[in-house]
């Protein structure tokens, strides 16, 4: 003997589904596999957005480069490294596009510089391990489809105010200092 299975749906969205209910807004029928379609094809036009954009939303800052990403990749790498003394260096680098080309596929020039201050992070991951999903912090050298240069990172304020929030780790009082460091180090490595 075989059940058949039958999906719980409200009443209401039965009806509509059986009776091609009217779109209330625009009067035009729509069935419910039609408006599945619909949705989908709106939530991907919204993900996808412009592609071009540069905007600073959620945190990240991006600064033109006036170098190559090879030559911005070596003046930031340089820039952390000066302010060694301080705590600051060079945990590994990224390169997106090398890995690529190993399978064959094909991308402009995109590479991540993982750096940070194990003086300041340590400690949080310590007492919060989550918090290493999201650090060291990161710089993303990359190359647009007109083949301008742009460095991006993580504000310290989206740093220590997001990221660190999210996992419940303690931020440092004043990320003052730390976004300033973090300018210079950006400007010095595209100006």
């Not at 959620?58 to 033109?64: A, S």
């Not at 083949?147 to 105010?161: E, H, I, P, Q």
């Not at 931020?171 to 973090?182: D, F, G, R």
Request: proline share 6%.
């Amino acid at each position: 003997m075989t059940a058949m299975m039958t999906p719980i749906m409200p009443k209401a969205v039965l009806h509509s589904v059986r009776s091609g209910e009217t779109n209330n807004m625009s009067g035009i029928v729509m069935s419910f596999k039609k408006r599945v379609q619909a949705s989908l094809a709106l939530s991907l036009a919204i993900c996808m957005g412009p592609a071009n954009a540069h905007a600073a939303d959620d945190g990240l800052i991006t600064k033109p480069s006036k170098y190559s990403v090879e030559e911005t990749v070596a003046r930031f790498e340089a820039a952390v490294k000066q302010r060694e003394a301080t705590g600051f260096t060079v945990f590994t680098e990224i390169d997106h596009a090398a890995a690529a080309r190993k399978f064959g596929l094909e991308m402009r020039p995109r590479t991540v510089i993982l750096f940070g201050n194990p003086k300041v992070g340590t400690p949080s991951v310590i007492k919060t391990p989550l918090v290493a999903i999201d650090l060291p912090p990161k710089a993303l050298v990359w190359e647009d489809d007109q083949g301008k240069v742009w460095l991006s990172y993580n504000s310290a304020d989206y740093l220590f105010n997001t990221l660190y929030k999210r996992h419940g780790a303690e931020a440092p009082a004043a990320t003052a200092p730390i976004a300033k460091v973090l300018d210079e180090m950006s400007d010095q490595a595209t100006k």
